[in-house]
Each structure stands twice: as C-alpha cells, then as structure tokens.
C-alpha cells in the first residue's frame, strides 16, 4: 500500500514520556520527512534526511528527534520537551535532489492522556 | 524562509460547477509547486505539479496556473464531483540546492465539498 508505511495509525502517550513513532519505506528513496499536521495549518516540517545518517532541521523541530541509521527507515521520537505534540504525524519520501513527487504514508495520530 | 498562503480555507460548490483555490508564496527562488488531495482519513497524494518554466498545466479536470512575476498559483476543477471533496494542500519548493533537498512548504488547505 503505496511503499511507505507508519506505525502505530493511533497512539497514546502520557504527559512525560518519549515516543517513537516509525517510518519504512521500501521505495529506495534517499530522502525521507516528518511533518505534523493540525487543523487549518496545513502540513509543517519536522525534520528531514536526504541521505543515511544525515539529517536537519525544518521549521518546528524544538522537542523533536531523528535518526537516519538505514535508508529505509526515518523513526521520529516525540520528546517531553514537546509542549503540545497531540497531533497528525506525516512521514514522507522522495527522489533526492530532484523536484519530485512525495510519496506520504498513512499517518499517525499521537494523543497525549 | 517560504512561506506559503492558500484562500480559501473552506469551498462549497454544486456539483458540475468549477472550483479554484488560489495559492501565494514568498521566496523568488521557489521553481516547484504540487498540489495534494487529502480525503478524509486518507494520506496526502499528487494530483498535479507545476514548474517555474511553464505557466499552465491540464490534466483531464484538473488544471494549475502559475504567474511567477505576482508569485501565485491557482489549481482549478472544472466539472466538479462529489469524489473531488477532500482536503487539497498547495506547496512550494526551491530552486535544487544540494543541501536542501526536496523541501517543501506547504499551505493551510482548503476543504473542498461538492453538493449534489
């Protein structure tokens, strides 16, 4: 189903503990993103990785981190440091250093309890 | 950095009537610019993109417009469907640079309901 998948689609955290969520892709995309999406704001980026163990900031990445240890895979841990991470996670790939298309997986929907 | 604008947040149109959603960006050096359809539930995918060197793009219903001297965007649906209800996000995307990769900003959305 489309080569990128995230898991868990749902998912609860209590107030004060890091989660990971995780992101495959068997696409052979070098470059891999995190965004986060809320209401009526559109999709803001995290981070994002155009090669293994390389990685940078976007532009909402404070109490947020990455790895990149295999091209496959860009798992995104929400930290306590996240003041307000309830919210619609969205991993996606693409070609690296060309303008193209962004596959996105499914999402996960993080709830803080 | 970019900065994206998209009007408006919400559209309701009748079935077989056009629907346009019109996009603003910042960065002069933006040269990319998709538009993704969200259904409900679903994830984001493609519908169409433009780039800078091209100023219209047709795809059967779907058409995107681009004046880069205003620096906006507009994506049109003609004959519109009840499947064309959605959520449809505008972005934009610089000039390649290597240690920018294909970094995309993306606009608000705008919800779109085609009334039967």
């Known amino acids: 189903d489309g080569g990128i998948t995230q898991s868990p689609k749902y998912l609860f955290r209590k107030e004060g503990q890091n989660v990971t969520l995780s992101c495959e892709q068997n696409?052979?995309?070098?470059?891999m993103y995190w965004y986060r999406q809320d209401p009526g704001q559109g999709l803001r980026l995290i981070y994002y990785?155009?090669?293994?163990?390389?990685?940078q900031k976007g532009d909402i990445a404070e109490g947020y981190s990455v790895s990149r240890e295999k091209k496959e895979s860009f798992p995104l841990t929400v930290t306590s440091a996240q003041k307000n991470p309830t919210a619609f996670y969205l991993c996606?790939?693409?070609?690296?250093?060309?303008?193209?298309?962004?596959?996105f997986g499914q999402g996960t929907r993080l709830t803080v309890v | 950095g970019e900065n994206v604008e998209q009007h408006p947040s919400t559209l309701s149109v009748q079935e077989g009537d056009s629907a346009v959603i019109k996009c603003t960006y910042s960065?002069?050096?933006?040269?990319?610019f998709p538009w993704y359809k969200q259904e409900l539930g679903k994830r984001p995918q493609l519908i169409i993109d433009?780039?800078?060197?091209?100023g219209e793009k047709k795809d059967q219903r779907i058409a995107v417009t681009l004046n880069k001297t205003a620096k906006h965007f507009s994506l049109h649906i003609t004959e519109t469907q009840p499947e064309d209800s959605a959520v449809y996000f505008c972005?934009?995307?610089?000039?390649?640079?290597?240690?920018?990769?294909?970094?995309?900003?993306f606009g608000g959305g705008t919800r779109v309901l085609v009334k039967p």
């Open positions: 996606a790939s693409s070609i690296e250093n060309r303008n193209t298309e962004a596959f």
């Open positions: 696409l052979n995309h070098d470059a």
């Open positions: 990785s155009q090669i293994v163990n390389d990685f």
């Open positions: 960065d002069s050096a933006s040269n990319y």
């Open positions: 433009i780039r800078s060197n091209v």
């Open positions: 972005a934009a995307s610089p000039l390649m640079i290597k240690a920018a990769g294909n970094k995309l900003t």
